[in-house]
């Protein structure tokens, strides 16, 4: 990973510009519609899951209003105070989420080499542990909102798990042709979602009003220290309430921070908390309705309506976590930890509107053996927390060392304000490590896998440069092409692009190429692609040029982790620094590495293996750059690591 100063490119951090949003209504309204999907359908599972029979917490009075009391100051403690005041503020250039928090945490210590790859590690791990919430929360929130079903109509529940796989397949399905034509309908919808839950919520205080002794958070303190380890165990489901908390921060760069903030304190907490409270009081008035306390708020003529909708709020959440995992996939190959993937871009107008083919067939893969394995959201909520948690506890780690590092305030202030959290932290992700063997270990086993993935390609391609280095300093570059032309090597007509993994290093492909067909174009181009630890990088500052005599040149193109990579383009804007390239009129040579595992040269000898086995299964690197495929010459070689 780059550092966001480098000096390849002269780019500085703080050149990077943030981009502009719009006005603050509209973007307050998409932002209701995409960000707040997750939490916002939290109350389908939540209060359910934490009085499961299996939890052996006793419903009654003293425990409603201290779950209540406990769900209504975690939304303000750990969301509003955490997420919304502190987190939201240590963003990269506008950029939120915990691909770009990683970005400028490891950037601010680059004088520290351990402590940045220590927290390199942490970060990657809880991006994996994301790809473990991308596959629970579609499945948990479809299958509540369907399990209304059978409270409106006891006799459809044998079918609840197909009519959710049905509508979670569709919702898969439909990823290729983007979101920009029903893109514009979430926002009225959750809009609705939010003034309905609040409404009913409101309605059914009024059958217990004591239930608004919830404020007061000694009610919840009280019920931790009398129940003891029963209370414990009930953290790991207050949590669920708290899902989605990362989405305000993720989707920071979509919409600013003060449309998300205005949004949060308009509209959808007081919406969430209210219908906490309704929950809480039809519990104390009807003990009876433990089993789905959230559809039994609504009169039995409403039922099928409210599934109906509830469906639709839980689709536009689930949709949200899943482009949420493509943008993250993006940005994790632009930072260079997963292997390129092909990416589909599903709208003219939003860069942010991608299709990973890829991810979303191995997220739906997943999410079916979720639903089929786990049958209830109740049974999918002992699954859902380690995620959640995980990600918040990594999150807040890597924010002390942005605000101690990046900012430099007072250590002392640093660990008391950061402390606090992780401490609250750390208690919802304790109580959730109780629930590994019924089913804790699903997104723990996803999130192994993915860490597995995304540290050994980001370790392999560090050995590959290494390798390439070796060469490099037996046979520079410029040394080597003073040798090649001085021996009136034959020269044909056109331009020829070779990309290079170091802008030191002989492309194999040049030599594969001199080896086979024994000339050298009139003109010849070395690029080499970094990724810096910014955004956006623009493009008046994206392409660095040096002449290498002899007609040679070497670029260097800089991207931001969630710019568009299009090589072609960059080439023309070589231009305005003196040098007119076509990129009609170039032939890329590519070279495709088979990797060979050699063992001791920095990973064990099966992470070598599954290392080679990605680079040889990696996606199509024209596709990737946006090369003209018939333009496009590729060529082997062989590297070992």
Known sequence: MKSSADPQTGVQAGQIGERGHGPMAKLALAAIGIVFGDIGTSPLYTMSTVFDSNHGLVLNRFNVLGVVSLI?????????????????????????????????????????????????????????????????????????????????????????VSIALVVLVALFLMQRHGTAGIGAVFGPVMVLWFG??????????????????????????????????????????????LTGAEALYADMGHFGAPPIRLSWFALVLPALALNYLGQGALLLSDPKTVDNPFFHLFPSATLFPMVVLATVATVIASQAVISGAFSMTRQAMQLGFMPRMGIIYTSEREVGQIYVP????????????????????????????????????????????????????????????????????????????????????????????????????????????????????????????????????????????????????????????????????????????????????????????????HNCYTIIVAYGFKDEVDLPQALRDCEPKGLA?????????????????????????????????MAHNIGNPAAYFKLTTNRVIELGSRVEI
Request: overall charge positive; aromatic content about 12%; charged content about 10%.
């Open 72 to 160: 209504i100051w975690s939304l303000i403690i750990v969301v509003t105070l955490k997420y919304v005041t502190l987190i939201m503020r240590a963003h990269n250039h506008g950029e939120g989420g915990i691909m770009a928090l990683l970005a400028l945490a490891s950037s601010s210590v680059m004088d520290r080499p351990r402590l940045r790859n220590g927290l390199l590690l942490a970060g990657v791990f809880g991006a994996a542990l994301f790809y473990g919430d991308g596959v629970i929360t579609p499945a948990i929130s479809v299958l509540s909102a369907v399990e209304g079903l059978q409270v409106a109509e006891p006799q459809l529940k044998p079918y609840v």
């Open 196 to 241: 309905v839950i609040a409404v009913v919520g409101l309605l059914n205080i009024g059958r217990a009003p004591a239930i608004l002794d919830a404020f007061n958070p000694f009610i919840g303190l009280e019920f931790l220290l009398r129940n003891g380890w029963r209370a414990f165990i009930s953290l790991g489901a207050v949590v669920l309430a």
């Open 358 to 549: 890829a991810i979303n067939w191995l997220l739906l893969i997943a999410v079916v053996a979720a639903v089929l394995g786990f049958g209830s959201s109740t049974a999918l909520g002992s699954a859902y927390g380690i995620a959640v948690t995980g990600t918040m506890m990594i999150t807040t780690f890597l924010t002390f060392y942005v605000v101690r590092y990046a900012w430099h305030y007072n250590w002392l202030l640093c660990v008391l304000a950061t402390g606090f959290f992780f401490v609250i932290d750390l208690a919802f992700f304790s109580s959730n490590l109780l629930k590994f063997v019924d089913g804790g270990w699903f997104p723990l086993l996803l999130g192994a896998i993915m860490f597995t993935i995304m540290s050994t390609w980001h370790r392999g391609r560090g050995l590959m440069v290494e390798e390439a280095g070796v060469h490099a300093g037996a046979l520079p570059l410029a040394r080597y092409l003073d040798s090649l032309f001085a021996k009136a090597a034959t020269r044909v007509p056109g331009t020829a692009v070779f990309l290079t993994i170091d802008p030191n290093t002989v492309p194999h492909a040049l030599v594969n190429n001199l080896a086979h067909n024994h000339v050298v174009h009139e003109r010849v181009l070395f690029v080499h692609v970094i990724n810096l630890d910014v955004p956006y990088v623009p493009r008046e500052q994206r392409v660095t040029i040096t002449s290498l005599g």
């Open 581 to 613: 390239v076509d990129p009609a009129q170039v032939s890329y040579f590519l070279s495709h590495a088979t990797v060979v595992a050699t063992g001791g040269k920095g990973m064990p000898v099966w992470r070598e293996r599954l290392f080679g086995v």
